[in-house]
């Protein structure tokens, strides 16, 4: 019964990485599908901006708008590296969980002697994935940052084009969102 107790103990021990593992999948998942919308609003933004250029110079608010989507563009620069690299980290922490579980499995056969290996892995991993979280809250304020600077556009867009009586009746609400938003 001992050696029952001993393998099950074993097996335990290499599903607590699956979890983690499991985590990771879920990350790298998240993490692509953000990549994938940053480099779809790129493509969109690129083509405005083409758009832009090859209409006459009379359109609303043309150099304002040509800024605006260069400011994004630069934003969406910086965040699909900070996803490129999240992603990475992610798949590194992925490895790094696996390479746990089958050190778990290798020092329970070899003996006890190695026994602190899959706990530095496993450390090691779980650092991987809280850096990579953290990468993720930075791309995710980011991603803010490029919303507002949009809809502060569309605003004063909005401004310009809206009837006069409109633009007033909402007006206070444009203003306390931004002074909220701003602390």
């Known amino acids: 019964m001992d050696g ?14 699956a979890v983690l593992i499991s985590a990771c999948g879920t990350m790298i998942l998240s993490t692509s599908t953000r990549l994938g919308r940053v480099v779809d609003r790129v493509r969109a933004l690129s083509d ?22 260069f400011t994004q563009l630069d934003k969406l620069t910086s965040r699909s590296r900070l996803l490129q ?5 992610f798949y590194m922490a992925l490895g790094i969980f696996v390479a746990t579980s089958v050190a778990i499995g290798i020092v329970a056969v070899s003996g006890a002697i190695y026994y602190w290996i899959p706990v530095v892995t496993g ?29 502060d ?20 609400h444009f203003v306390h969102f931004r002074r909220h938003e701003k602390k």
């Open 4 to 17: 029952l107790s001993s393998a099950l103990a074993v097996l335990t021990a290499m599903i607590t990485p």
């Open 48 to 69: 405005k901006l083409e758009e832009l250029a090859h209409s006459d110079t009379k359109v609303e608010m043309f150099e304002e708008r040509r800024a605006v989507i």
């Open 85 to 89: 690299r999240s992603m990475t980290i």
């Open 123 to 151: 450390l090691i991993g779980a650092c991987f994935l809280f850096y990579g979280s953290i990468l993720l809250i930075f791309e995710a304020r980011l991603a803010l940052s490029t919303i507002h600077t949009e809809m």
């Open 153 to 172: 556009f569309i605003w004063r867009l909005s401004q310009r084009l809206a009837p006069a009586e409109l633009v007033e009746k909402h007006k206070p």
